[in-house]
């Protein structure tokens, strides 16, 4: 059994499909019923790890195997000397489950007591209600039994999912989804548990293989875990060595945006970074870091040869007037980050668009690092819901669509580019809430890429954008405050050197 941190090595994420792909073969390779007791019993040692002293452990059952699962555990626990009740959200209706049942009750298992034990703050409820082939939303007794647990005192053990979540979306099936503060998901990790609104209702996951040993199934995505540990400086390389970056943003009253993108790529590393500040009447310089040269007209007046080996950072701020700016970027800068501003922009002008695409036909590798809102314009969509019912599909079908790699900023951040399974970003929290942290974001990224001098292109893009996305969130989880306000997210970050 693994507990899954969001400090630690990349790990393969397996949807629905996948799992069950997984699960069918894991099946064919040991005896009946044994999956099905391996699970009760990793359940049964998890639940003892988190609630020694809990006067008694209750199992809400659904029908299905993941009902069984919890039979299971109910009588290991029973076995090893746990008070333990079973209440049933409907009878077994698969043969696992039944012989679960069945062994269960021969156990001494307390099945569906009259009166319920009340249980208190040390106890623990597994949730065994639905587990990986529920498709709709829960109804009936489930759906009542799932409000009742929610509003237990004591904490409560998902099996495989909180039941009510689905497990590609992180979204839940409807109105009912069980909130849980551990969850134990079993053979795989699956995508749902880590973005969207799975984060939350997961809480803390656990990973048990049941044994492995199992033939590898292809991924459906990857969870990222931690940065690429930066490369040594050597005692001869200088800023010269290190990349240019250059913000192109901060429009009249948003001048902020852009030098906070600015101070975040100089903090990565980069060697120098200009910002061109679309306000005609801001200041010519930035009082807190100097050493970010502020020029205006920056864009207009560089030949194509300078864009071509400049990290350009478009729209923090940007407004309107950023329009007038994107057609030499997107024609001659070799890496381009596109973001706020730029993105509507882009969002609204098919000619743009055609252009964005055309960018990856000639080597020049695009970021697009939006907002849900942001990508559903992109998308054509109406409003950011259809994006946020399934971020992973959303982030692939962008970054196809405009041949770029593309960032869905949100709970669990979702990395994805045309051509590759997408990365779901482990780290993170709502420290991040706040305004300017995705300017940050968006000049940590930069500052990041412009290092990366050699190799494909692309691939280069991919792993600049995974490396800072995963950092960005890291900052987050080590401050001790409940919110981290833009311009000291790019001092925790600088701070912490990108670990």
């Known amino acids: 059994m693994q507990r899954i941190a969001t400090c630690g090595p990349q790990r393969p994420l397996h949807g629905l499909a996948a799992t069950r792909t997984l699960e069918a073969q894991a099946l064919h390779s040991v005896p009946p019923h044994t999956l099905m007791r391996r ?25 299905g195997n993941n009902g069984g699962d919890g039979l299971e555990a109910a ?54 209600l639905l587990g990986l082939g529920a498709s709709r939303a829960p109804t009936g007794a489930v759906a009542e039994a799932i409000r009742a647990l929610n509003g237990l005192p004591c904490r409560v053990l998902a099996v495989d999912l909180p039941s009510g979540l689905h497990p590609d979306t992180g979204q839940p099936l409807g109105a009912d989804c069980v909130r849980a503060a551990h969850t134990l998901t079993l053979l795989t990790l699956k995508p749902g548990l880590f973005t969207g609104q799975g984060r939350d209702l997961a809480g803390q996951v656990w990973l048990d293989e049941l044994g492995g040993g199992w033939s590898a199934i292809e991924s459906t995505a990857t969870l990222i875990g931690g940065a690429d540990a930066p490369a040594p400086r050597r005692h ?44 005609p009447d801001a200041a010519p310089l930035d009082l807190l870091r100097p050493e970010l040269m502020l020029r205006h007209d920056w864009s207009a007046r560089q030949t194509p040869a300078t864009l071509a080996s400049t990290t350009v950072v478009a729209g ?28 509507n922009a882009v969002a609204a002008d098919t000619a743009l668009q055609d252009v964005l695409r055309m960018r990856a036909r000639r080597g020049a590798a695009s970021v697009l690092t939006p907002h849900p809102l942001e990508a559903a314009r992109l998308l054509g969509l109406d409003g950011a819901a259809p994006v946020q019912a399934d971020r992973l599909a959303a982030a692939q079908a962008l ?39 995705g300017d940050v974001l968006a ?26 996305v995963w950092q960005h969130g890291r900052a987050a989880e080590t401050t001790p405050r409940p919110l981290l306000r833009a311009a000291e997210l790019v001092e925790a970050l600088a701070g912490a050197g990108g670990r």
């Not at 359940?43 to 809990?54: G, I, K, N, V, Y």
């Not at 923090?316 to 993105?343: E, F, Q, T, Y």
């Not at 869905?408 to 997408?422: D, H, M």
Request: hydrophobic share 50%; net charge positive.
């Open 399 to 437: 970054a196809d669509r405009l041949q770029a790699v593309v960032v869905l900023k949100g709970s669990g951040s979702v990395i994805a580019a045309p051509g590759r399974p997408p990365a779901i970003n482990a780290s993170g929290n709502a420290a991040l809430a706040t305004a300017g942290t």
């Open 39 to 63: 699970a009760g019993a990793a359940l049964a040692r998890l639940a003892l790890a988190l609630a020694p002293h809990a006067r008694v452990i209750r199992v809400w059952a659904g029908a």
């Open 316 to 343: 923090c701020g940007g407004g309107d007037v950023i329009r007038a700016a994107l057609p030499a970027l997107l024609s001659h800068a070799a890496r381009l980050l596109l973001d706020a501003d730029a993105l």
């Open 75 to 128: 009588l290991e626990l029973q076995r090893l000397g746990k008070r333990t009740e079973v209440l049933l959200a409907g009878a077994p209706a698969t043969d696992d489950a039944r012989d679960a049942l069945a062994r269960a009750r021969a156990g001494g298992v307390v099945i569906d007591p009259p009166q319920p034990t009340l249980l208190g703050a040390a106890d623990l409820v597994i949730d065994a």
């Open 236 to 279: 001869a390389q200088h800023k010269g060595s290190f990349g240019d970056v250059a913000v192109v943003g901060g429009a009249r009253g948003m001048a902020g945006a852009a030098l906070l993108a600015g101070r975040a790529a100089h903090a990565a590393g980069a060697g120098r970074v200009f910002v061109e500040l679309l306000d």
């Open 443 to 468: 000049g940590w990224l930069g500052g990041h890429w412009a290092q990366r001098g050699e190799g494909d292109p692309f691939e280069r893009a991919w792993r600049a954008a995974c490396q800072a």
